[in-house]
């Protein structure tokens, strides 16, 4: 994936290969709506791994990358618990959320990779906008949203104390495999 040409970019555009995420380098975050849209909820999770494949026809790229369901962290212990407990992921019974991007399009400036995450046990179609892909310090960086709803994999508990959607943040780092 290839970014494409602006005005003053200093980053060099990834070349074709595949990188191994480093979860240490990379963000995950995740904002949701809750008390009836009241307030928005701050929270990330760590990655356990991932891999993305940059074909020299950047639409035969690929991607794959896996959650901890139960890493969940807003700052607030009780929020946390209940955020990975049975009553919304359930991260005991379901300890990985995953990506497997299969499709990958040009959108205007950005790139848009098209999958499945597969969370709580479901498997629900999405779509990852990729803002960014450059290779800095011998690494390929990538800054990546998406818009997930909750209810499409099955958690539906707690409705008006947390919203249905999440605003999804993916700051990621890539090292060449």
């Not at 994936?1 to 990834?14: E, F, V």
């Not at 995950?28 to 909820?41: C, E, P, S, Y």
């Not at 990546?144 to 909750?150: E, G, I, K, S, Y």
């Amino acid at each position: 994936m290839t970014q494409p040409d602006s005005p003053g970019a200093t980053q060099a555009a990834i070349p074709p290969g595949t990188y191994r995420l480093d979860p240490a380098r990379s963000t995950v975050r995740a904002d949701v709506k809750a008390m009836f849209g009241l307030l928005t909820v701050h929270g990330t999770f760590q990655l356990r791994s991932g891999e993305i494949t940059v074909a020299a026809d950047p639409t035969a790229s690929s991607v794959r990358a896996s959650v901890d369901a139960g890493s969940y962290a807003s700052g607030n212990a009780k929020r946390d618990s209940d955020v990975t407990s049975a009553a919304l992921l359930d991260a005991e019974a379901h300890p990985e959320i995953t990506f497997e991007g299969t499709e990958v399009r040009q959108d205007g400036p950005d790139w848009v990779v098209s999958g499945s995450v597969t969370a709580h046990g479901t498997s629900a179609p999405a779509q990852f906008r990729v803002h960014e892909a450059a290779m800095q310090d011998g690494a390929a960086r990538f800054r990546v949203t998406a818009r997930l709803d909750r209810t499409s994999f099955g958690v539906t508990k707690k409705k008006g104390m947390v919203g249905a959607a999440a605003e999804v943040a993916i700051d990621a780092v890539g090292v060449p495999a």
